[in-house]
């Protein structure tokens, strides 16, 4: 018979498959950034500034668009929100360095012609999503992008699903701008992989989340149900 409360053996496991799912995300990031056809939605905005202002890495500014939501999140709750969500500071800053680590590693891998590219967005979206699965079986801090989105969904009382893809859309029309911007009139950094991201990351997680839960569950409370 199991208790309720989560021992701090289970605790551990859930952050240590955290900082795994973190790390198997941002690899996705960096194999789609591989590709250059364009990165997931979220990831969008900071892949652009990236292309601009080459001073910062791809990692480092995916770390101040993490903050910047994370600052959003506290101006939406204020009062309501829950200070154990800064742990997302920390984790944001790995998942930058993560990022960094997942770029100098794919970028070992030629990509001259455009269906070795287009294989590389695939291969990064399906990495992505089975990194995101990691990460919400984990259940203990969600990604800054996951937490503004429900932040916006519990101030306006909206449905998080349809305020998930509104941010998504958001996020890429941002980035369109700020290409125009940068770039006279050009769109740089958000294409066709962008898309493929967006359709398919989702099916992906719904994918390895029937996989991966039970085992996954085994491992965190060690006997196969939930407590």
């Not at 455009?114 to 990691?134: A, E, N, S």
């Not at 801090?141 to 989105?149: D, K, L, P, T």
């Not at 701008?177 to 898309?195: A, Q, Y």
Request: aromatic share 12%; net charge positive; proline share 3%.
């Amino acid at each position: 018979m199991g208790s309720t409360k989560m021992t701090k053996t289970e605790m551990l496991k859930r952050y240590v498959l955290l900082i795994i799912g973190l790390f198997f995300s941002a690899m996705g990031v960096a194999v789609t950034k591989r590709g250059d056809l364009g990165v997931s939605p979220i990831s969008s905005v900071a892949n652009v500034i990236a292309e601009k202002f080459s001073f910062f890495t791809l990692g480092n500014w995916l770390i101040v668009w993490n903050c910047v939501l994370i600052v959003g999140q506290i101006i939406l709750l204020r009062k309501k929100f829950n200070p154990v969500q800064l742990l997302q500071i920390p984790l944001s800053f790995l998942f930058g360095w993560f990022t960094d680590f997942g770029v100098w590693c794919a970028s070992f891998i030629p990509v001259e012609i455009y269906p070795v590219r287009l294989l590389m967005v695939i291969v990064g979206t399906v990495i992505l999503g089975f990194g995101i699965t990691i990460c919400v079986i984990a259940n203990v801090v969600m990604n800054s992008g996951e937490a503004f989105v429900k932040a916006v969904s519990d101030t306006t009382h909206k449905n998080f699903g349809n305020v998930k893809i509104a941010f998504d859309i958001g996020c890429v029309i941002m980035a369109v701008i700020l290409s125009l911007m940068f770039f006279n009139f050009k769109i740089v950094g958000t294409r066709e992989g962008t898309i493929i991201a967006a359709l398919c990351t989702g099916l992906v997680v719904k994918f390895f989340s029937k996989l991966l839960h039970d085992p996954a569950t085994k491992f965190l409370t060690g006997n196969g149900v939930r407590v």
